[in-house]
């Protein structure tokens, strides 16, 4: 049977490491170090949660461990490890830093999204789903609106059975992850009207979007389901995982849903070894079905052992004892952390600036990051612009204000047709199409990007341990950037629409080896979806712009101030954060969770390593804000009013 990553990159069996190390003579790669718990957590062979602050150094924490794993044979060949995280940048960073510290067992280490992987599973087991759950024509992965949900749900309401009135008030937003997706999928679907209020409404559901005539329509909280099903109906699949992935990692654990955490305990919750990584201070997707209290449900359902990461990597001293403030409002219980980085002097760590004008404090920000980039030589990318969650609100103003100064700004909230920004910017797509353009536009000295580009073409055409099909990937990839660059030399980028561009890269490719090598390497990346949020940053970069290296640079936005809310900086750091707009019209929301609230904050405020700079108006300060404010004078953060 075969099983998702089970093989290489090119589809041939990962050949064997010979050299096994001692595991008491192992040392960490790449590092100096460990701090002690670190060192526990890793030697631990069984279930392990670890609990990991901002900085804590997670990621290379789950290498380090992997490496310890694969180098001393704990986790034997041919037997994997499957690392599974929730954004896809954070898997993708994981397997790189994996494959730098252990490159010879890099093809031993498969990491993805959760939704990736059981969406794989579906879509090579689906056959072997029981006949009750068999798709008649396939399935298009839609997630419903709100709105739809609650026309479904008052729908639902009105045709129900009369012994179930009055027991169908779910919330719609809580309908999907909480009901749907913490219902098991029976073998056989129930049927008839002697069913209790949560089946009828799950199976109606179920009877709507996937068990129609036609194309299935399904999100990933279904298809989390169904791959769950799977498992649990074809006990061959789960013993052929368990056998492959003795060892499972899971990042941000406290960020499981239900259905995630029932999917996990199904599949690996025997004869498999799981690190849980998280920190219940930085749960921030509660409206999305994040479990409360995550890891505490890990630890007694696999009988883990906990251990916490006390270093921090990123954040100066004073930084981290601000941290522990808002910490301890969440944990009354946390440890406080200790600094590893060496602290800066000749500046305030922390500060709340008020201004009585947005314009002002656009002008005012802009002006000083201006004049700091200029004293210290630190880039715009150094620089981070958060806030919590109408970043709109702040782009025009900021835009204008450090452009004055000839200084980008990137926003990436963005939306480009179904993808943001930053989504856009990871994808295998957008790097491929970005550095063909980039290669044909300055044929020299882009070396990077010409091993980058020519690595893909080679995964594309299945030509990585072929040293002839390489040869003639290297080849092609000459003569088509060639080609593009007579092509670009002939249309002007102030006159040639982002259409015509894309159309003309596209064109040069072999489209259909490319689509094959997304949907089954790259999972969960939609080539058209990418395609058509590449267009419009395109289009967008071109506005006004002479140059096509110019066009590319304004694309990639890579030295720039980056605008950002604080649920997508989760994960980022840098030197100085601007946390922008602590008033209530941002954190209108507060009061309806202010323990997620109060993790957002936190999250937010985590990612500087050196300057974190908050900023206010003059408006009301009571009602639950005020919590904000307070956690700000208990930190001892002073306030200075700019006007």
């Not at 526990?40 to 310890?68: C, H, I, M, S, W």
């Not at 031993?108 to 599973?121: E, I, N, V, Y």
């Not at 499981?256 to 996990?264: E, I, P, W, Y």
């Not at 979806?529 to 970069?541: C, H, K, Y």
Request: aromatic share 10%; glycine share 8%.
């Amino acid at each position: 049977m075969s099983i998702p990553g089970q093989q290489g990159p090119t589809g041939r069996p990962v050949p064997r490491a010979t050299t096994v190390v001692p595991a008491g003579e192992w040392r960490p790669i790449g590092i100096s170090d460990l701090e002690p718990a670190a060192w526990e957590a890793l030697r631990d062979t069984g279930n392990v949660a670890v609990v990991a602050g901002p900085g804590a150094g997670k990621t290379e924490f789950l290498a380090q461990r992997a490496a310890y794993l694969l180098q001393t044979g704990i986790c034997p060949w041919p037997q994997r490890i499957l690392a599974i995280s929730f954004k896809k940048d954070a898997a993708a960073n994981l397997d790189r830093r994996v494959a730098s510290r252990v490159p010879e067992h890099a093809g031993r280490f498969a990491s993805m999204t959760f939704d990736a992987f059981t969406k794989s599973l579906v879509d090579r087991f689906a056959a072997a789903l029981p006949a009750d759950w068999q798709m008649g024509d396939g399935y298009e992965i839609r997630t419903a609106t709100k709105p739809e949900v609650g026309q479904f749900l008052n729908d639902l309401a009105f045709s129900a059975p009369a012994a179930l009135s009055g027991q169908l008030g779910f919330q719609p937003g809580r309908f999907l992850p909480d009901v749907v997706g913490g219902w098991h999928l029976p073998e056989r679907l129930p049927t008839g009207d002697e069913v209790d209020a949560v089946t009828y409404a799950v199976r109606e559901w179920w009877h709507a979007r996937y068990l129609r005539a036609g194309t299935a329509e399904v999100d990933f909280v279904m298809l989390n389901r169904l791959a769950e099903l799977l498992v649990r109906a074809v006990p061959r699949l789960r013993r052929a995982l368990r056998m492959t992935y003795p060892v499972v990692f899971v990042d941000e654990f406290q960020d499981t849903t239900s259905a995630q955490f029932s999917f996990l305990t199904s599949v690996f919750g025997e004869k498999t070894a799981v690190t849980a990584v998280g920190d219940s201070k930085q749960r921030i997707m509660g409206w999305a079905g994040a479990l409360p209290e995550a890891l505490h449900r890990f630890t007694d359902a696999f009988g883990a052992t906990s251990y916490a990461l006390t270093w921090n990597f990123r954040s100066s001293d004073a930084l981290v004892e601000l941290q522990h403030v808002i910490a301890s409002k969440l944990e009354p219980t946390t440890v406080r952390a200790t600094s590893m980085a060496t602290a800066e002097v000749g500046h305030e760590p922390a500060v709340l600036w008020t201004f009585s004008r947005s314009d002002r404090e656009a002008t005012f920000i802009a002006d000083w990051i201006a004049r700091d980039i200029a004293a210290s030589g630190r880039m715009p990318s150094d620089f981070a612009l958060i806030a919590r969650q109408t970043i709109k609100e702040f782009e025009p103003l900021f835009r204008a204000r450090l452009a004055a100064h000839g200084i980008r700004v990137r926003n990436d909230d963005a939306r480009l047709g179904k993808m943001t920004l930053q989504d856009l910017l990871k994808s295998e797509t957008a790097r491929l199409l970005l550095g063909l353009l980039r290669l044909a536009n300055e044929p020299q000295g882009l070396v990077k990007v010409w091993r980058d580009v020519s690595a893909t073409m080679e995964r594309v055409h299945g030509a990585t341990d072929d040293d002839r099909a390489r040869h003639r990937v290297g080849k092609n990839l000459a003569d088509l950037t060639t080609q593009l660059r007579t092509w670009l030399r002939d249309h002007p980028a102030a006159t040639t629409s982002a259409a015509d561009t894309v159309k003309q890269v596209v064109g040069l490719l072999d489209s259909a080896a490319l689509r094959r090598y997304l949907k089954s390497a790259v999972l969960g990346e939609d080539f058209d979806i990418a395609l058509e949020a590449f267009e419009a940053r395109l289009q967008a970069a071109s506005d006004g712009t002479a140059e096509w290296g110019d066009v590319l640079d304004e694309f990639e936005g890579a030295n720039a101030v980056v605008l950002l809310t604080a649920h997508r900086s989760k994960g980022l750091e840098y030197h100085t954060v601007f946390f922008l707009g602590i008033h209530a019209r941002q954190w209108w929301a507060y009061a309806n969770d202010r323990r997620e609230g109060t993790s957002t904050f936190f999250v937010g405020l985590s990612r500087a390593a050196h300057r974190l700079i908050f900023t206010t108006d003059r408006t009301d300060r009571t009602g639950p804000i005020s919590d904000l404010f307070t956690m700000l004078t208990e930190a001892g953060v002073p306030e200075i009013d700019h006007g």
